[in-house]
């Protein structure tokens, strides 16, 4: 069981940035990658972000890509998304999730709040 803890969270105006962690303290040997997930308001949960946990591998959305980062520290357990130039359509709860193979993602946190104000 890996167990995923989300952090970093908040309010900010557009055009501001926000990073938020997620640690997964215990048993991650069996983790495949990692990813940000995000849900706004009565739309469906989209992925955001990939990051293989043992290599350099990195996928984006169309809408992350030269604005998010995604990275990650295994020597602390933590990955990480560094979110710059916020857009109000970026407010969302934001997830990260990890799985043990390349297919079902195994494993989610509980979501932190990102509200972006105009």
């Known amino acids: 069981q890996v167990q995923l803890v989300e952090s970093g969270g908040g309010l900010v105006q557009a055009g501001g940035s926000l990073r938020l962690s997620c640690a997964a303290p215990?048993?991650?040997?069996?983790?495949?990658?990692m990813g940000w997930f995000r849900q706004a308001p009565g739309k469906e949960r989209e992925f955001v972000a990939r990051?293989?946990?043992?290599?350099?591998?990195?996928y984006y959305a169309d809408f992350a890509k030269g604005r998010f980062t995604i990275s990650r520290d295994n020597a602390k357990n933590t990955m990480y998304l560094q979110m710059t130039s916020l857009k109000p359509e970026d407010t969302a709860v934001y997830y990260c999730?990890?799985?043990?193979?390349?297919?079902?993602?195994?494993?989610w946190g509980q979501g932190t709040q990102v509200t972006v104000s105009s």
């Open positions: 999730a990890a799985r043990a193979t390349a297919h079902t993602w195994d494993y």
């Open positions: 215990g048993r991650t040997f069996s983790i495949y990658d």
């Open positions: 990051i293989r946990w043992s290599g350099v591998s990195r």
